[in-house]
């Protein structure tokens, strides 16, 4: 019977894929809504799919091993000794692989006291014997010892199963120069450092391959080990005990004592609805949609695509590195440029030291360029750099910071894949460039394997990157919408050098300052703490909830918050209400002490920012929100309280540096309800804003039914707080409790409210009901934020559905407003050739700091863009403000 005929048994070790899949998944991004990770699941799947589809197998099955402990731990109780223990993440995700497997029909084996790979071994041996042509998966190097004429290994090499290293015995031979049955004793003289299995000194797997080369096997190694001169012969001679010893225990068992056999393992139909309910725990919506594409009009899974227009082509083979220096760097780049107008891909290799290094790649190409700062050859890269030549890179602001700590221009940004998948998907921002290839190639960046003896597969480089890129970029082009398109290439790809300039400029700080205002934080905190404890009479630490509850609920006999895991809530909220209805000293000087430590550490965290030139560089990052505002990070300068004195007091501490004049606040006035009145055509609000008049006030007296200077400062709050609600989609329950006033009354205050401003009821009900046909908004510039859950049947999911889906559109127009004001005076600064320059974007708010002599042009400037950053139906109402500091240039 040839190969074509034979049936054909495919075997795999499920722990060795499922960890492999672990590692090569980010942890964050395959969570589902209990909280368990499933990226070890993930991946094993859309292994299992490709290898089903590839190699066809009539038979199958998955083994796993039941626990660390086998026999080898009894004979050698350090054997895998040197690994941790299991990463928490990956706990649980074993079994329900497992019940994803048995809905899909396939068998699963383990045994108790043996591994995984003993029962490969076993139906690996059967198999054979039986006439099965056998396929056996591991990514374990003792398998090879399987390999024969019916036995293959498929290894998943550095790009996953979707590139199999498959070992057969010529494969094996030209790879380690000897045959299959062989490697065991090379791995016995080497060791095998993931076992713990010391091998001998001096032994690395050249050596060991001459020896058994020579003498044909261990034990004649051992028994010709006097034969053997040198340092080598004498450490085999010490340590002979080693190699016997891992030698026993590196042997696969093939005689194991099994509950099924191979003619046990055929095919069977998949369970088409318990794989939908245990993908649907999972929430692996595309990757059931692409399981059940593959299964075969009978409903099983024989390798066959229903739908040929789905078939998975394993991607493009990586073009092979080149290394480019002097004029082949030149003549490169010109050929590659003049060939058409196609944007290469670029990476820039960078550490702590600086520059080390460019990837550059075309469609079927790639180019390594290691950096010497000063060498003329490098005239044709630096120019291309500096040119506008359209350059595609993954996250690129740390690059263009890196190029500009090195004095190297850059221009040319035409496409950044970070930016681009967080338009696409707004909720999800990709932690690497692995885990975007993964997503959307489907595909898994080679890693070194630490599994091999010397591994065969280096961790890719910034040209190969650079090629990846390009291939991501062409996948997102054609997955993003228009709008969003013009977003990305007006708004945010434009944006990245101005907030990479930001941060490198960063701002100056008087650490004197916060210094002190730490040191009273600090003094207030211990005095609210000891008159706490006088009032319970006892200490008690007042950051663990397990103590503030027995406190509170125990001791002091309070009303209950609500419920939680770990007993009654203790958080900010809830202690507040609980004050307010039931006060207490003790909770009074609790309340105090956490305000009075937030704040400490706050200023702790901004001191330890500080860096060598006395300034904060904090990290701007487009990507932090779904709405498309601009979030602060290490430190972040966005939490800093704006109206209380201890606020003001941190932000007195931001100043501007000697060799300039003052600083320059300017923010906008009240945008997001200038952008509701204008998204909503309300006549009255629009009216108000046009008048110049107080919008709360306005609206007050319009709800109030009384004269504007009538306006009482409590109806205003409570006018401000229901305004501003709306747009959050505040309920009357929701007012209520802001503003600590009866239900009945809050309704009535938005029945008032909406009975004459109602094209602002009829706006935000119709936003919510486009975007239910949509399944997104859109700002006034065209970027979209998707909303799938606005039609779940979980009534909890499509509540904060709709209140996201009110806002979205408003938030997200004032955040691409400020961005287009932020370029606006970027260019209109460096057009002027102005020393000022600008620090700080925090909320609705832009920081500068003025050069001598400039502050009339730079008022000019920030007034003119932030003001006409959009035509509104009414004025973008701009506030400024100087002062040697950021409290005194408040406003």
């Known amino acids: 019977m040839s190969d074509s005929e034979k049936p054909t048994l495919l075997v795999i070790d499920g722990h060795s894929l ?153 494969t094996v031979f030209e790879r380690y120069g000897i045959a299959p049955h062989q490697y065991p004793d090379i791995a016995a003289l080497v060791g095998e450092t993931s076992d713990n299995l010391i091998g001998i000194d001096k032994v690395g797997e050249k050596t060991a391959v001459k020896w058994i080369t020579k003498y044909g096997s261990l034990d004649e190694v051992l028994a010709h080990a006097d034969e053997i001169t040198g340092v080598v012969g004498e450490k085999l001679r010490e340590q002979k005990e080693n190699a016997i010893r891992n030698r026993r225990l590196n042997r696969l068992v093939n005689d194991v004592e099994l509950p099924v056999g191979p003619a046990d393992l055929a095919r069977k139909p998949i369970n088409e609805q318990a794989i939908r309910e245990i993908f649907g725990r999972l929430q692996f919506k595309t990757l059931l949609e692409r399981l059940l594409k593959a299964a075969a009009e009978d409903g099983g899974l024989d390798g066959q695509i229903v739908d040929e227009t789905v078939s998975e082509e394993v991607g493009p083979e990586v073009p092979v590195v080149r290394t480019l220096i002097d004029e082949e760097l030149a003549n490169w780049i010109e050929r590659v440029s003049a060939a058409g107008t196609r944007a290469l891909g670029l990476q820039v290799e960078h550490g702590p030291g600086g520059v080390t290094g460019f990837g550059l790649a075309t469609d079927d190409d790639s180019a390594y360029v290691p950096w010497a700062p000063g060498r003329p050859d490098y005239t044709a890269l630096e120019a291309w750099l500096a040119s506008d030549a359209p350059k595609h890179m993954y996250y690129a602001k740390p690059q263009l910071k890196a190029l500009s700590r090195a004095g190297i221009r850059f221009s040319g940004l035409a496409f950044d894949t970070r930016l681009a998948g967080w338009l696409i998907r707004p909720g999800t921002v990709p932690k690497s460039l692995a885990e975007q290839v993964y997503e959307i190639l489907g595909e898994t960046l080679p890693v070194a394997d630490p ?60 650490q004197p300052v916060l210094a002190a205002l730490r040191q009273e934080l600090t003094a207030q905190a211990d005095a609210f703490a000891a008159s706490a404890f006088a009032e319970i009479g006892h200490e008690v630490n007042l950051g663990s909830p397990k103590q503030l509850q027995q406190v509170l609920f125990d001791e002091l006999g309070m009303p209950k918050t609500r419920s939680t895991k770990t007993g009654f809530s203790t958080d900010a909220a809830a202690l507040a209400d609980l004050q307010e209805k039931n006060p207490h000293p003790f909770l009074g000087l609790l309340l105090q002490h956490r305000d009075a430590t937030k704040l400490k550490q706050i200023i702790e965290t901004l001191e330890r920012s500080v860096e060598g030139d006395g300034r904060i560089h904090t990290t701007y990052d487009q990507t932090g929100t779904t709405t498309g505002r601009i979030s602060s990070n290490d430190p972040n300068l966005q939490n800093i309280p704006v109206r209380t004195d201890e606020g003001r007091r941190i932000r007195s501490a931001f100043m501007s540096a000697p060799e300039y004049e003052t600083l320059l606040t300017a923010d906008y006035s009240q945008i997001e309800m200038r952008i509701m009145a204008h998204l909503s055509g309300d006549a009255g609000l629009i009216e ?62 938005m029945t008032d409210y909406f009975a004459r401003f109602g094209a602002v009821r009829d706006y935000l009900r119709n936003v919510v009901e486009q975007a239910r046909i949509d399944g997104y908004t859109e700002t006034i510039f065209g970027r979209r934020r998707p909303f799938a859950d606005l039609n779940s049947t979980n009534r909890v999911l499509r509540d904060n559905a709709e209140r996201a889906a009110l806002n979205a559109p408003i938030q997200g127009s004032a955040a691409d407003i ?10 209109d600064i460096a057009a002027g050739e102005l020393r000022s320059r600008m620090l700080l974007q925090v909320h609705d708010e832009l920081i500068f700091e003025v050069a001598a002599g400039e502050w009339d042009a730079l008022e000019q400037i920030v007034t003119a863009r932030m003001s006409g950053a959009a035509e509104l139906s009414v004025p973008l109402d701009v506030q400024v403000g100087r002062g040697r500091n950021w409290d005194a240039a408040a406003h």
């Open 688 to 749: 108000a804003f046009n008048a110049g008049e107080d919008l709360h006030r306005f609206v007050g007296a319009r709800i109030f039914g009384v004269e504007p200077a009538d306006v009482t400062p409590a109806m205003r709050s409570k006018v401000k707080a229901m305004s501003y609600g709306l747009a959050y989609g505040l309920s009357a329950f929701g007012l209520s409790k802001q503003l600590r006033i009866e239900s009945s009354e809050a309704k009535q205050l």
């Open 451 to 510: 599994n091999q003896l010397v591994p065969a597969d280096d961790a890719i480089g910034p040209a190969t990157e650079a090629w990846y890129v390009l291939r991501l970029a062409d996948s997102q082009a054609l997955a993003i919408d228009a709008g969003s398109r013009r977003v990305l290439d007006e708004i945010e790809l434009p944006l990245v050098s101005v907030l990479a300039r930001m941060e490198l400029d960063g701002v100056a700080i008087d």
């Open 818 to 827: 400020m961005k287009i004001a932020m370029l606006g005076i970027a260019r």
């Open 18 to 170: 499922a960890f492999r899949a672990f590692y090569a998944l980010p942890i964050d991004s395959f969570v589902n809504r209990e909280g368990q990770h499933t990226n070890a699941i993930h991946g094993f799947i859309a292994m299992l799919i490709n290898l089903l589809k590839n190699e066809k197998p009539t038979h199958i099955a998955v083994a796993f091993d039941i626990s660390r402990y086998s026999f080898r731990t009894r004979d050698y109780p350090e054997y895998k000794g040197t690994r941790g223990e299991t990463p928490p993440e990956f706990v649980g995700q074993v079994p329900l692989l497992e019940e994803a497997l048995h809905a899909m029909n396939i068998v699963t084996v383990t045994k108790e006291d043996y591994e995984a790979d003993d029962i490969l071994a076993t139906l690996a041996r059967q198999g054979a014997e039986q006439g099965f042509r056998v396929f056996v998966v591991s990514g374990d190097r003792d398998s090879l010892q399987l390999v024969n004429d019916d036995v293959t290994v498929l290894y998943p090499n550095a790009r996953g199963v979707s590139e199999l290293k498959r070992y057969d015995p010529q």
